[in-house]
């Protein structure tokens, strides 16, 4: 390589990282919501980010769910994304799969009875949210 060992690490580093966000973006181009779906997930978030906030500030929850919670709040509010938002399609969905898996977690882990306390838009949205995320 280089014959420095600094300059090897960082190279190795940088193309490592981008090997990984490369995988990402194709995941992401896999699975991206088809349809409505993305248009229905966009609507619902002000209820999501709200739902989070209180799912992450309750303390009946477990330690390791707030954590998870505060974790992806932190993600959402970092204006960083794994996509840029201003690529069509996919720059909005990086951050609905991310929501939808650390729902799913949460569900597994805590149950849907917490989420359903939490739930502040319609029960049209809870069944839009659950139908969105498969958390039911």
Do not use: N, Q
């Not at 193309?15 to 088809?34: F, G, H, T």
């Not at 002000?46 to 505060?70: I, K, S």
């Amino acid at each position: 390589m280089t014959g420095w060992w600094g300059w090897d690490l960082l190279i190795g580093l940088t193309v490592a990282l981008l090997a990984v966000w490369a995988a990402l973006i194709a995941a992401l181009v896999i699975v991206r919501p088809r349809g409505g779906m993305l248009r229905e997930a966009l609507r619902l978030l002000p209820d999501v980010l709200r739902l989070v906030r209180r799912l992450a500030a309750d303390p009946a929850l477990p330690r390791g769910v707030r954590v998870r919670l505060g974790l992806l709040l932190a993600y959402l509010a970092i204006p960083i994304d794994l996509v840029p938002d201003f690529i069509p399609l996919l720059g909005y969905a990086d951050d609905a799969i991310i929501v939808t898996a650390v729902l799913r977690s949460v569900v597994r882990r805590a149950g849907i009875d917490p989420v359903r306390r939490h739930w502040p838009g319609t029960d049209d949205g809870f069944a839009a949210l659950c139908r969105l995320t498969g958390l039911k």
